[in-house]
């Protein structure tokens, strides 16, 4: 069986969430967004939801602590254990030192670090026309991009679109600054390892989901060899 480890790295809005739900179907990889999990224990009303709020609001990140514990038993779950496609996370070194760290002590390798890579004007663009489905967040649409066939219903569940609360212009900006000055560096961090592939985020989704599913079928390969 193949341990594909992956993960994908990009500014906000770059299409990590877009391309990461197609690569899942493609490979049969979980699918593990940071952000998602986050956000449903903000929904739920726990103590990790309570403690990430205020920094999901105002486009900061939440505290290493919080989130390294919960990635480390997320990774080594039944369904992660043949592989994995971690999305919004590591976003700093502390967290890249940190998952390697944790694949080393349950044997495992990271496979490649996937960079999908998007001018912020772009970034701007994208989020402010974002709208996922309240049921499943891993449904995205764009009210110009990829609208739904029902203006605010999903086409897969029926559910509502909303959009999200952290999609505000004032809150963009803020990510796209704590991207560039706290997780951009893990594109050097990933060059040197050898770890890293880019890809033009600027494209079509299609092209991108193109580009990234022959680089995955060719690390597939490798690992099989
Ligand atoms: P998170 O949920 O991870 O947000 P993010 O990294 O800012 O990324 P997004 O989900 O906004 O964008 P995406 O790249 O997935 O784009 P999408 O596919 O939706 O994090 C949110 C918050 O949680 C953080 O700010 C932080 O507070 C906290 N957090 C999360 N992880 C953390 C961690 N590890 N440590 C600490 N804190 C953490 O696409 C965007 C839009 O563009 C969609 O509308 C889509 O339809 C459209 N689109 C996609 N691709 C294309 C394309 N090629 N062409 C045109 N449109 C496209």
Do not use: W
């Not at 502390?94 to 960079?115: H, I, M, P, T, V």
């Not at 985020?201 to 079928?217: F, I, M, N, Q, T």
């Amino acid at each position: 069986m193949s341990d594909l480890n992956l993960i994908l790295l990009g500014p906000p809005g770059a299409g990590k969430g877009t391309q990461a739900e197609r690569l899942r179907e493609d490979f049969g990889l979980p699918h593990i967004s940071t952000g998602d999990i986050l956000r449903a224990q903000v929904a739920e009303g726990t103590e990790l939801g309570k403690q990430a709020r205020r920094y999901m609001e105002a486009g900061e990140l939440v505290p290493d602590d919080l989130i390294v514990k919960m990635i480390g038993e997320r990774i080594n779950a039944g369904d992660a254990r043949d592989g994995f496609l971690l999305d919004g996370f590591p976003r700093n070194e502390k967290q890249a030192d940190a998952l390697a760290e944790a694949l080393e002590a349950l044997d495992r390798r990271l496979s490649a670090a996937l960079l999908i890579d998007v001018p912020d004007d772009e970034v701007v663009r994208r989020l402010a026309g974002r709208r996922v489905c309240v049921k499943n967040p891993s449904h995205i649409y764009h009210v110009d991009f990829d609208p739904p066939k029902h203006e605010g219903v999903c086409d897969q569940d029926g559910s509502r679109l909303i959009q999200r609360d952290d999609d505000k212009e004032e809150t963009i900006r803020k990510r796209l600054e704590v991207y560039h000055s706290q997780t951009e560096p893990l594109i050097d961090y990933y060059d040197r390892a050898g770890l890293l592939r880019r890809f033009d985020g600027s494209r079509s989704a299609e092209d991108v989901h193109d580009h990234l599913r022959a680089a995955v079928a060719t690390l597939r390969l490798e690992d099989q060899l």
